[in-house]
């Protein structure tokens, strides 16, 4: 089973529980899934695989989302699915869709180490789409790349589109990435710190500012003015990207504490 089936059929056991909505579709018309506790409406969103070989992130949230229940939180545990299967796929799934690519981007895709798959289907760093200093971060290209792409525009993406509908009427955006353990708050400001200095606590991880890091969701939901973001890097500079699934178990423990942060300061 590949790992999107093995997503897939963690999706259907939620459904039992949970309300599992297609809240938007990728580039290749993948479901990008929302999941939220019935009868509630969160203020709270929380985010994973927004880059294709983070993938770990989505088994990690999927474990947080069972044992987080009824918690008024919604999820999108796989932001970038095209990416995820490009990533863990490799050239057999791009061998599906290789015909709707400009010769570039193919090229790109040709001649990556899939494995390390950062963007998203054609090759767009999805956590540098958001319109904010869109394109002014110190790591980003303007060309099709496996990872830094900025895109055309700010929000050129399917996948930041819905992310960023997902975000407007939300008080507090979690976004899940690998590796590092490290908490990012606020952008050019100290939008979160409180916040992020308690995460620190509860999970281990060092907290900081992310300088340089422009067009990233939560740079954009922070410039927006809609409240905190926080970037999570989950796993220790010892892994290896890709971290594997299974040590999401492990990284759901670490990061369960989160909990008791959106409680301590009344997002849920
Ligand atoms: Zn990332």
């Known amino acids: 089973m590949t790992i999107y089936e093995k997503y897939i059929k963690r999706i259907l056991q939620l459904e039992k529980n949970f309300q599992v909505t297609t809240s938007g579709r990728s580039f290749l018309n993948a479901p ?28 990690m949230l999927l474990d947080l989302i ?5 918690l008024p939180i919604v999820y999108v545990p796989m932001a970038n699915p095209d990416g995820v299967r490009l990533a863990t796929e490799g050239r057999s799934f791009y061998e599906t869709y290789k015909e709707r690519l400009t010769d570039a981007e193919r090229q790109v895709i040709e001649t990556s180490n899939l494995l390390l798959w950062k963007a998203n289907a054609r090759c767009v760093d999805l956590n ?3 319109d904010a200093g869109w394109g002014k971060g110190e790591k980003n290209a303007t060309k099709a790349g496996s990872e830094n792409y ?16 997902l975000s407007l009427d939300k008080k507090c955006v979690i976004c899940y990435h690998s590796l590092g353990e490290e908490i990012y708050y606020g952008y050019n400001n100290e939008v979160g710190k409180a916040e992020a200095k308690m995460l620190s606590e509860k999970t281990g991880y060092a907290y900081k500012t992310a300088k340089g890091s422009h067009g990233g969701h939560k740079d954009w939901f922070i410039k927006s003015g809609l409240g905190i973001g926080l970037t999570v890097e989950v796993g ?3 892994m290896r990207h890709p971290i594997g699934i299974e040590e999401a178990k492990r990284l759901a423990d670490e990061n369960e504490g989160i909990k008791e942060v959106l ?3 009344k997002y849920v």
Do not use: C, M, Q, W
């Open 236 to 238: 220790s500079e010892n």
């Open 128 to 130: 540098v789409n958001f």
């Open 263 to 265: 409680r301590e300061f």
């Open 32 to 59: 990008i899934f929302t999941v939220k506790p019935f009868d509630t409406k969160p203020r709270v969103l929380i985010t994973a695989a927004i880059h294709a070989r983070e993938y770990v992130t989505t088994f």
């Open 150 to 165: 900025i895109g055309d525009k700010p929000f050129s993406e399917f996948e930041t589109k819905v992310l960023k509908r």
């Open 66 to 70: 069972e044992r987080f229940g009824n």
